[in-house]
């Protein structure tokens, strides 16, 4: 079965930093390309970002883009977000994803495996 676990959400003010991080188990981590969503109240789940299967490729939505690196560690079985310069906007619920299929995939509904989140608060 295949669990993620992510950690290092918190309270934050605008400005600054914060690395979230999502541990795989439960299966080869590198048969899966990763994603990072966040849903903030009221709103949809939205994309953030997604890195391939070796790391060789990123991809980000425009609304983070510049302020947010996706990384993996495939000797750790763990995917990052390093998220800079946050904004009050960036207020939301993180979620790690899986999925095992070929692309740059930033549909949810098309992610495999999903981890149970991490808030991320930003104040003004």
């Known amino acids: 079965q295949v669990q993620l676990l992510e950690s290092g959400g918190g309270l934050v003010q605008a400005g600054g930093s914060l690395r979230l991080s999502c541990a795989v188990s439960?299966?080869?981590?590198?048969?899966?390309?990763m994603g990072w969503f966040r849903q903030a109240p009221g709103k949809e789940r939205e994309f953030v970002a997604r890195i391939s299967r070796a790391g060789g490729s990123t991809f980000y939505a425009d609304s983070v883009k510049g302020r947010v690196t996706i990384s993996r560690d495939n000797s750790k079985n763990t995917v990052y977000l390093q998220m800079n310069s946050l904004k009050p906007e960036d207020t939301a619920v993180y979620y790690c994803a899986a999925v095992s299929s070929i692309g740059v995939i930033t549909t949810a509904k098309d992610y495999n495996y999903w981890g149970q989140g991490t808030q991320v608060t930003v104040s003004s």
């Open positions: 439960g299966h080869t981590f590198s048969s899966f390309a």
